[in-house]
């Protein structure tokens, strides 16, 4: 399994960046996606999270109505849009897949398979 992000970068505040999954090694459908960030020194940090063969979705309360979660079958590619973004979401952030579903998806302790990360740098 290999989850590559691609899509990070600098951006102004108030900005906007599409981050994106691109997944392989799997059976798409099969699994939930999760979006995470991580602060150097700090806690990695659940955002957003896909179960794909249902479209159900579930986000962290800090990023609810600035970030959105979706999926693309045909390019096998979990997106994460995110708007209106702040210094405060600068991070590293890393897309992550666990086979079927969980009670709990926006806990990194969930998922099975991890991306290698890309960095978001938000300036003020």
């Known amino acids: 399994v290999q989850l590559v992000e691609s899509g990070g970068g600098l951006v102004q505040a108030g900005g906007s960046l599409r981050l994106a999954c691109k997944a392989s090694?799997?059976?798409?459908?099969?699994?939930?996606y999760g979006w995470f960030r991580q602060v150097l020194g700090k806690e990695r940090e659940g955002l957003a999270a896909i179960r794909v063969t249902i479209q159900r979705t579930h986000y962290a309360d800090r990023v609810k109505g600035r970030f959105t979660i979706s999926s693309d079958h045909s390019v096998e590619t979990v997106y994460l849009q995110m708007n209106n973004l702040e210094p405060e979401d600068t991070a590293v952030y890393y897309c992550?897949?666990?086979?079927?579903?969980?009670?709990?998806?926006?806990?990194?302790?969930?998922?099975?398979?991890w991306g290698q990360g890309t960095q978001v740098t938000v300036s003020s």
């Open positions: 090694g799997l059976t798409f459908d099969d699994f939930t």
């Open positions: 992550a897949a666990l086979n079927g579903g969980s009670w709990s998806p926006l806990y990194d302790f969930s998922y099975e398979f």
